[in-house]
């Protein structure tokens, strides 16, 4: 009976399982992705108390890291609950599949768009300088409009995944039927019409197909599934790394070539500061994009197990990196410059006092301490504010 | 201070926790297609692999007698051709049994 069998046998392929990084993912989600979880929590916490208690959101500036500070720490906050839903089943339903990919995705756009928005700024201020000082120093409205805009539209962005995301169990649409050779093998049974025979096989299939629920793509037609797996991460690339990244580019060179031209003696800071803010940029999302648009580009082709495994290793990789620049993001656009510096150090020594007086400390050094900081405020007047934004 | 302290302390150690608990989730997918023909008298059933889901290709993964799942091309004859032959069998088996009983 088994005589031909081993002929087709040779040349059979497979379903590919995923089962191949577990230890790697394990690492990154244990030891990698907590690590960025609580550091950017803490720093953009830290962020977001100095504003909201401190610093009155002065410049454009402010509007945009604080707005930044905010998508990070979404995305902070969004992102051991992904991790959480998807070892726990996603137990809480389908709301909370859409909900929490659909957050992810808008913190993503948004924290992104946002340093554009920064860098357009800071191109304003100084290499625009005369032309922009009426109008920077006029209003904050146009900040809190370019901010509305951009939230706005990575929500637009982010609808395809509100949509698109389900809650299901992978063996949904499957139909399985049972040949009469088998009959006696297998435990066949009607199925409720009786038209058809379900069949439970032997093997790995049945298992890791119904063990279960995956948040996922879930799609009602074939054309709708081919535009939106091609539409989504090619958006993603353009407009959530290409885009930014041009813009970036064009103004901090622009910004770089007007420092270098001045006659400051901090100006070689302000420029070291600018090129680490780029190239940081580029060092977290260059490889995950690449390796996004090379998996978007290959999506439909017929390819090998061990190829697809590569490239999701690839992938895993590189998007732990990515996730480490919501970390990187207050200390590269907040805590460098001198101004924000003050009023966190002002925070640090008030918490001081603050715990000090619990004790029953003197309270003469909380004096004395808040007098040389608004000797140190009036220093750094509204003027300085935008230019000493990066300056360390 | 002591109070920011305290909540990232907490988190680090609800994060940690919660993040051990590691729990496989393998989705399966036919990434390319068998190039032979699967004898028809091995076959015993199939499930259908859309592009309208995870994953990316579409496959009629027929399931052979000795539990192995067989990648097929649904665009390919033969395949389709099968599929038809498996459901008359089917249909037959179902008539057959209800006159049984």
Redesign the interface.
């Known amino acids: 009976m088994n005589d031909s069998y081993e002929d087709y046998y040779l040349e059979t392929v497979e379903p590919c399982e995923e089962q191949g990084y577990h230890n790697v993912q394990h690492f990154l989600h244990v030891y990698v992705h907590s690590i960025i979880c609580i550091l950017g929590f803490v720093g953009n916490i830290l962020v977001i108390l100095t504003y909201a208690f401190y610093k009155r959101t002065k410049s454009m500036t402010d509007v945009y890291l604080l707005n930044v500070a905010i998508a990070d720490i979404l995305f902070v906050v969004a992102l051991p609950l992904i991790i959480f839903s998807e070892q726990s089943d996603w137990a809480l339903g389908t709301w909370s599949c859409k909900l929490l990919r659909g957050i992810y995705s808008i913190n993503l756009y948004s924290g992104i768009l946002l340093l554009a928005c920064i860098s357009l700024d800071r191109y304003l201020a100084i290499v625009q300088a005369r032309r922009s000082f009426r109008l920077r120093s006029r209003t904050l409205v146009y900040s809190y409009l370019i901010c509305g805009a951009v939230w706005f539209m990575a929500l637009l962005l982010s609808l395809p995944t509100f949509i698109y995301f389900e809650r299901y169990k992978p063996s949904n649409g499957q139909s399985h039927l049972s040949s009469e050779n088998d009959r006696n093998q297998t435990n066949s049974r009607n199925n409720a019409d009786g038209s058809e025979y379900l069949v439970t096989l032997p093997g790995d299939w049945y298992t890791f197909q119904e063990k279960q629920y995956v948040c996922d793509w879930f799609f009602k037609e074939n054309h709708t599934a081919r535009q939106m797996k091609t539409l989504v991460p090619s958006t993603q690339v353009a407009v959530g790394f290409c885009l930014p990244l041009l813009v970036m580019a064009f103004c901090y060179s622009q910004v770089v070539f007007t420092l270098l031209r001045a006659k400051n003696f901090q100006r070689h800071k302000a420029v070291r500061v600018v090129l680490t803010v780029v190239l940081v940029f580029i060092a977290c999302h260059l490889p995950y994009n690449v390796a996004l648009l090379y998996d978007t580009i290959t999506m439909f082709f017929l390819k090998e197990c061990s190829d697809h495994e590569h490239l999701r290793l690839a992938l895993i990789l590189t998007k732990s990196l990515a996730y480490l620049h919501c970390c990187l993001n207050p200390l590269l656009y907040a805590f460098v410059g001198v101004n924000f510096r003050n009023h966190f150090r002002k925070i640090v020594e008030d918490a001081w006092c603050l715990g000090k007086r619990y004790i029953g400390a003197r309270r003469s050094s909380r004096n004395t301490s808040e007098a040389y900081l608004s000797s140190r405020r009036s220093v750094d007047s509204a003027a300085y504010d935008n230019a000493t934004s990066f300056t360390m | ?2 109070q ?1 302290s305290g909540t ?1 302390l907490t ?2 150690l609800v ?2 926790v ?22 028809f ?14 994953c ?3 496959a009629i ?1 027929f ?1 052979t ?7 097929a091309d649904p665009s390919q004859n033969w395949v389709m051709e099968t599929i038809h032959k ?2 008359d ?6 008539k057959k ?2 006159k049984h009983q």
């Not at chain 2, 051990?20 to 699967?38: P, S």
């Not at chain 2, 007698?65 to 990648?71: A, K, M, T």
């Not at chain 2, 069998?89 to 179902?94: G, N």
């Open positions: 201070m002591a920011i990232a988190l680090l994060l940690t919660s993040l051990f608990c590691q729990n496989a989730t393998a989705l399966a997918c036919c990434r390319k297609y068998t190039k032979g023909e699967i004898p008298t091995r076959i015993r059933g199939y499930s259908i692999q859309t592009v309208r889901t995870f990316n290709i579409d993964i399931h007698s000795i539990g192995r799942n067989v990648c498996l459901k069998k089917v249909r037959a088996m179902t049994q209800a």
